[in-house]
T-cell receptor
Framework: GENVEQHPSTLSVQEGDSAVIKCTYS??????FPWYKQELGKRPQLIID?????GEKKDQRIAVTLNKTAKHFSLHITETQPEDSAVYFC???????????FGKGITLSVRP | NAGVMQNPRHLVRRRGQEARLRCSPM?????VYWYRQLPEEGLKFMVY????????ESGMPKERFSAEFPKEGPSILRIQQVVRGDSAAYFC?????????????FGPGTRLLVL
């Protein structure tokens, strides 16, 4: 089955700096890659996703890139703000039944 | 448009009791997924259901756990004879349909504590 790994497990950045979170996946059949943000005690919320027919997608300060050959995808957050502090999960799906395989999450801390 | 609803939000059970977790998908969504999140861990897929059908239960323990999504009413995840290891947050998610890139929207979760 699919295996998704996330690196690093924690990341601390200064407010205004950029943050990059990387994930790798194992199943070459995976074709959908969402990113979720989870604040303490809250539900995971989709922040951006990418499908395998594109290599990059951007939404304001957030962007995601996908390298299907290397089987990795990354989340880029620019001009970080304290409210970006949360746990971020990457996930992958083959689309067959849409079940998501998640990475273990990364705790992002943005220092004011 | 109400989001995915789950109840109860918190549930305390003693070992050996039964836990029933309910999930109402977003309006217009007919696909429900259940995930379990242990402390400091990611979400692990348990089961995928459509109305009156279990499509994929590959992530669900073979014993004590069952799930249903009846024609009317919410989806229910049932855990019989709970043990302390069942303590976790249980999230359900719903989508309009299945297939490539269909967004899953998560509910607020039920936090189960087994004493």
């Amino acid at each position: 089955g699919e295996n998704v790994e996330q690196h690093p497990s924690t990341l601390s950045v200064q407010e205004g700096d950029s943050a990059v979170i990387k994930c790798t996946y194992s199943d070459s059949a995976s074709n959908y890659f969402p990113w979720y943000k989870q604040e303490l005690g809250k539900r995971p919320q989709l922040i951006i996703d990418i499908r395998s027919n594109v290599g990059e997608k951007k939404d304001q300060r957030i962007a995601v890139t996908l390298n299907k050959t290397a089987k990795h995808f990354s989340l880029h957050i620019t001009e970080t703000q304290p409210e970006d502090s949360a746990v971020y999960f990457c996930a992958a799906s083959t689309g067959a039944n849409s079940k998501l395989t998640f990475g273990k999450g990364i705790t992002l801390s943005v220092r004011p | 448009n109400a989001g995915v609803m789950q109840n109860p939000r918190h549930l305390v059970r003693r070992r050996g009791q039964e836990a029933r977790l309910r999930c109402s998908p977003m309006k217009g969504h007919s696909h429900v997924y259940w995930y379990r999140q242990l402390p400091e861990e990611g979400l692990k897929f348990m089961v995928y259901l459509q109305k009156e059908n279990i499509i994929d239960e590959s992530g669900m323990p073979k014993e004590r756990f069952s799930a249903e999504f009846p024609k009317e009413g919410p989806s229910i995840l049932r855990i019989q004879q709970v043990v302390r290891g069942d303590s976790a947050a249980y999230f359900c998610a719903s989508s309009r349909r299945t297939g490539m890139g269909e967004t899953q929207y998560f509910g607020p979760g039920t936090r189960l504590l087994v004493l």
